[in-house]
T-cell receptor, first 112, second 113 residues
């Protein structure tokens, strides 16, 4: 059965802390792994990863994919209260009719 | 501006009634998707369509129906057969090979009263 598993499901930290969010997957015909941030409504795109070992970076956020271990991490350094959100990991897979399956998400709360 | 428009934002339905959620995109994307999100949970795939006049069931298609008569539009009907329809519904679209992932609409919150 195809699945995407995120951990932890929730995390509470203080401003300035560094956090690591985890995503593991088991799918057939992997295409890409995506990270999204969801605050109140629609998820907003953070990263798309297709190759192992290549870190993608955007400001304080970075992510890397390990296709051998079927795993990805999302790092956030020097966290701010504005980073509080649900972080969703999703995997695109399949042949001609690819689809996107999401994990349950990690609820991150950053306290001042 | 290009994007996805979902309407309405909030919808109330009486038990036993069918209701249709609208999703329109002007991004010229071939693929469109419907997801359902329950509190504290991730997104679950209901239906998806890769091209016009074709669609496939996702993981939780029971009690839902869709159509794809135009590239820009992918309406979702929540039928009376859906036992627990109260949820947040998100529509998305994508273009094969795009490096920016999927684009999401702002969602419709459906409440059964």
């Amino acid at each position: 059965e195809d699945k995407v598993v995120q951990s932890p499901l929730s995390l509470v930290v203080h401003e300035g802390d560094t956090v690591t969010l985890n995503c593991s997957y088991e799918v057939t015909n992997f295409r890409s792994l995506l990270w999204y941030k969801q605050e109140k409504k629609a998820p907003t795109f953070l990263f798309m990863l297709t190759s192992s070992g290549i870190e993608k970076k955007s400001g304080r956020l970075s992510s890397i994919l390990d296709k051998k271990e079927l795993f990805s991490i999302l790092n956030i350094t020097a966290t701010q209260t504005g980073d509080s959100a649900v972080y969703l990991c999703a995997v695109e897979y399949g042949g001609s009719g690819s689809r996107l399956t999401f994990g349950e998400g990690t609820q991150l709360t950053v306290n001042p | 501006d290009g994007g996805i428009t979902q309407s309405p934002k909030y919808l109330f339905r009486k038990e036993g009634q069918n209701v249709t959620l609208s999703c329109e995109q002007n991004l010229n994307h071939d693929a469109m998707y419907w997801y359902r999100q329950d509190p504290g949970q991730g997104l679950r795939l209901i239906y998806y369509s890769q091209i016009v006049n074709d669609f496939q069931k996702g993981d939780i298609a029971e009690g839902y129906s869709v159509s794809r008569e135009k590239k820009e539009s992918f309406p979702l009907t929540v039928t009376s057969a859906q036992k627990n329809p109260t949820a947040f519904y998100l529509c998305a679209s994508s273009s094969r090979g795009a490096s920016y992932g999927y684009t999401f609409g702002s969602g419709t919150r459906l409440t059964v009263v």
